[in-house]
């Protein structure tokens, strides 16, 4: 079964999220405190996988021109919309609640190279492995996210298994399309990429600047096409 690792993955954040809510009374003071504990691992995780690129040009160029489009686009307002809306039909316990819980824990789980390469491992070999880690790590931090952010890290979950399962799906093909360096070049890119983004999640949820994170979602997208047409113009400028 294709799907299995990310129907996993969904179900993990869901446990965790629902557990989590029996955790809401924490003190208010223990909630600011763990979550500033879970900014500063955000921003180091960031940091980690931002110090991977090969070409920090091609990142640079791919945050700014995907900040651009989704600017334009509207992606930060899109996926508020969407927390909000849920909010209506749910009922939040306070304005925005679930919304920033929604927004922020759909953007931690979604970016990031281990996501992608699960549900590749899904896809090409049937090889749950992978997502099978990634559910229990975002199980364990759904828990957390949870107790601080409010109900809307459930609704997360969605997101996180069209995503996946779209790429698992995909995966099949992916060979027909570029070789196996390239596809390696292009995660290297895509995961700095996406390092920088984390790093921009860490920094929204120690609430130090609000930073329109979802607006450089097609920065991942920019940074993939980025690579081979490096390399095709570093061999036609050789």
Not at 5 to 24: F, H, K, M
Not at 41 to 58: E, P, R, W
């Amino acid at each position: 079964m294709i799907l299995l690792g990310t129907l996993v993955n969904a179900l993990a954040i869901i446990a965790g999220a629902l557990l989590g809510r029996l955790l809401s009374r924490i003190p208010e003071s223990v909630r600011k405190t763990v979550m500033q504990g879970i900014g500063l691992a955000v921003i180091l995780l960031g940091i980690k996988m931002g110090l991977g690129s090969d070409n920090f040009l091609l990142v640079i160029i791919s945050i700014v021109v995907g900040s651009i489009i989704g600017e334009v686009i509207g992606i930060e307002k899109g996926l508020n919309r969407l927390g909000q809306w849920l909010e209506k039909k749910v009922g939040g316990s306070k304005q925005g609640g679930i919304a920033t819980g929604f927004v922020t824990t759909t953007l931690v789980y979604c970016i990031g190279a281990m996501g992608v390469l699960g549900s590749m491992d899904s896809g090409l070999r049937n090889n749950h492995d992978i997502l099978f880690t990634k559910a229990l790590l975002d199980g364990f931090s759904a828990i957390i996210f949870s107790s601080t952010l409010g109900i809307g890290v459930l609704f997360s979950a969605i997101p996180v298994f069209l995503y996946q399962g779209l790429i698992a799906l995909l995966s099949t093909q992916i060979y027909n399309v570029v070789s196996q360096s390239m596809l390696d070049a292009i995660l290297v890119e895509v995961t700095a990429v996406g390092g920088l983004m984390i790093i921009a999640i860490g920094i929204n949820v120690l609430e130090l600047k609000k930073i329109n994170v979802a607006n450089m979602l097609p920065a991942l997208v920019i940074a993939a096409l980025g690579v081979p047409v490096t390399e095709w113009l570093g061999k036609l400028f050789s």
